[in-house]
Nanobody
Framework: VQLQASGGGLVHPGGSLRLSCTPS????????LAWFRQAPGKEREFVAA????????AYGDSVKGRFTISKDSTENSIVLQMNNLKPDDTGVYYC????????????????WGQGTQVTVSS
């Protein structure tokens, strides 16, 4: 299983970024795909998750109302649209996958991508 994350970068506060995660290596039917982030000196934090072939999704409290996770069927990827970004959103964003329902605990995910840096700064 491989998870290819892309789309990070530097943005000003209030700006937007779009991250993509393209999974490969097996069928992901029934799998949950999630985004986590980790800032320097902090634990890995749950951001958002969805089931690959279902409409259900979940968000971390700090991103609700600003971030949206969705599936891009054309690109066969998971997209994280991040709006109204804040300096506290800075960190390395990781794509992760697990069989079954999405969970907020990083330890419950079996597969991880390489991470993409997001920096929110003026």
């Amino acid at each position: 299983v491989q998870l290819q994350a892309s789309g990070g970068g530097l943005v000003h506060p209030g700006g937007s970024l779009r991250l993509s995660c393209t999974p490969s290596g097996r069928s992901f039917s029934g799998y949950s795909l999630a985004w986590f982030r980790q800032a320097p000196g902090k634990e890995r934090e749950f951001v958002a998750a969805m089931i690959w072939n279902d409409d259900g999704s979940a968000y971390g409290d700090s991103v609700k109302g600003r971030f949206t996770i969705s599936k891009d069927s054309t690109e066969n990827s998971i997209v994280l649209q991040m709006n109204n970004l804040k300096p506290d959103d800075t960190g390395v964003y990781y794509c992760a996958a697990r069989g079954g329902l999405f969970r907020a605990e990083a330890a419950l995910y079996d597969h991880w991508g390489q991470g993409t840096q997001v920096t929110v700064s003026s």
